[in-house]
Nanobody
Framework: QVQLAESGGGSVQTGESLRLACVAP??????MGWFRQPPGKEREFVAA????????HYADSVKGRFTISRDNAKNTVYLQMNSLRPEDTAIYYC??????????????????WGQGTQVTVSS
């Protein structure tokens, strides 16, 4: 049983930063991704990274503000979030698909998910 564990969420003001972390034991050879679910909305893709960390993809809404990275020695993937906006308020989830390709996060039938961490951005 793979268990992903997110941390780093919290409440910040507009323009501030947060760094989320997801510990993913045994997933260093797999892609990882971040998704989020805003209040009252469906879960949406945020960012993805391939197994090596050299390939990344972002949703248009976060490009230039968020950075996904990973440290395979620590089995951890990060999401650095800068210039946060109220519309970034959501529960953030990490995910690991059965693929080493970054966009496998959108194609996997049975990915692993974390429990989520709340990010709240106030104006």
């Amino acid at each position: 049983q793979v268990q992903l564990a997110e941390s780093g969420g919290g409440s910040v003001q507009t323009g501030e930063s947060l760094r989320l972390a997801c510990v993913a034991p045994g997933r260093s050879r797999y892609a990882m991704g971040w998704f989020r679910q805003p209040p009252g909305k469906e879960r949406e893709f945020v960012a993805a990274i391939n197994w090596s960390g050299y390939v990344t993809h972002y949703a248009d809404s976060v490009k230039g503000r968020f950075t996904i990275s990973r440290d395979n020695a620590k089995n951890t993937v990060y999401l650095q979030m800068n210039s946060l906006r109220p519309e970034d308020t959501a529960i953030y989830y990490c995910q690991s698909p059965d693929s080493d390709q970054a966009m496998g996060v959108l194609q996997s039938e049975n990915p692993y998910w974390g429990q989520g961490t709340q990010v709240t951005v106030s104006s």
